[in-house]
């Protein structure tokens, strides 16, 4: 089992920035890669980024290329989510997500969960 806390949402103004995080702990987390989605009201839940754990190659959504990093500290088993630029339409539940099979855009590439931290962007 993998455990995955994320940290870090909260209400900012269009234009502001946030930096969630994503901490990993159990049985072969850091061999996971790593991913960032988001579900808004409504929606279906889309892919944000995610990031190989190994060497780090990285994949953005289109919507957010340009505004957002992901990083990872491998020593702290850790991924981060810099987020910038931030407009009312990034509003949603961000989730963090592993994958054993390196990293994917697709939810279902994905084995472990985290419960989702609020993003709320005013306008």
């Known amino acids: 089992q993998v455990q995955l806390v994320e940290s870090g949402g909260g209400l900012v103004q269009a234009g502001g920035s946030l930096r969630l995080s994503c901490a990993a702990s159990?049985?072969?987390?850091?061999?996971?890669?790593r991913g960032w989605f988001r579900q808004a009201p409504g929606k279906e839940r889309e892919f944000v980024a995610a990031?190989?754990?190994?060497?780090?190659?990285?994949y953005y959504a289109d919507s957010v290329k340009g505004r957002f990093t992901i990083s990872r500290d491998r020593a702290k088993n850790t991924v981060y989510l810099q987020m910038n630029s931030l407009k009312p339409e990034d509003t949603a539940v961000y989730y963090c997500?592993?994958?054993?099979?390196?990293?994917?855009?697709?939810?279902?590439?994905?084995?472990?969960w985290g419960p989702g931290t609020q993003v709320t962007v005013s306008s």
């Open positions: 990031i190989g754990w190994t060497v780090g190659t990285t």
């Open positions: 159990g049985r072969t987390s850091s061999n996971y890669a």
């Open positions: 997500a592993a994958s054993s099979k390196g990293p994917r855009i697709s939810t279902e590439g994905y084995d472990y």
